[in-house]
């Protein structure tokens, strides 16, 4: 769990850093003025490819998106639709584009509107999902239930979270404007949703509209301590953060070494024993929880390829495997541990944030 989260603006970029026991753990950089992720957008569509269910659609004045469309979807060029931004895109890529929506919280996701409550998740007791139903039967609609709720402790904020939802889902279904109908929460607010604090766990921002966002949904996302200070000095912390972006070999505690590079879009990460003087098995367990810091930390995203040392056995394979499931399940990203490829490199595929 984290014990302190930083949201720091310097110039036109807003910088988070995530401490566990004094340890940085994640780092998110983000541009002030981009539509984040998970923006709901009402655009036409300006070419519709029918073979493969395609088409590219204008949200905004010389803002193009590309989205896969269901296919019992019956539309037409010019046809409006409402969609998720699900990436930004580049100077080589437009941005992508998901059918539909959603709004998601940090106990609940709202998927879809409905004549009564629907509770769906993955693992949930039929005593839980009953409970659901009568705290949440105010508010009519399918929601899905993120895998970290605990109705022991955290009911208050669930149902303050669902009429936070429900009452933005009411606004964004009465708008009949076309553009942005709701923007995304901003990369630092998909952070604090997806990792969770200790109980004294701090929150600090040189930034006012952060710190009100935050502030906001205080309550219904068990944040304690939230510090607004607009003296804040973290330029330092930016330049190291810059510093190791730039260092491709890491020493983990103990003498191990891990090379870390970028070829062709596809991540590799090279262990090296250094100077342990331990089995290759041992060496590969002891860099795994630094393997995981230093993905999160420089945000590695697509294919990642680990090349551990080699010669163990299959249940140490399988160990590795499991203790990075483990790691990646707390994290901003959704990531994937695919497993030993023939070639004996790991294999993780790990989603933009």
Known sequence: MLSKVIIYQHQQ??????YRDELLNFVVVEDLDTLPTESILRGK???LNHANRTAFIEYGTGQYGYINLPTWLKVQEGSNLIAQ?????????QAKLRYGWQLIGKH???AGSANETKINGKNLSSQMSSKLLTLLAKFPAIWSVRSRVNMATDEDAILSEAHELYSQAKLIESNTNSGVLASGLPAYMKLLRSLPLVSDGEVITNLQTAYELVAKLQDSWLLDVISYKPNLDYNSAIKNYQDLLTQSQVMVTGGAMLDIHTVAGINIIDVNTGTLNLSGSKVNFIVLDEIYRQICLRNLQGIILIDVIKN???SDEQRIVSYLQK???IDISK???LGFSHSGLLEIIRNKV
């Open 327 to 329: 790691l990646f399940s």
């Open 13 to 18: 970029q807003i910088y988070t850093f995530a």
């Open 312 to 314: 163990m056995h299959q």
């Open 85 to 93: 931004l699900s990436w930004h895109g580049n100077h080589e890529k």
């Open 108 to 110: 609940l996701i709202y």
């Open 45 to 47: 569509i300006t070419k």
């Open 335 to 337: 990531a994937k541990v």
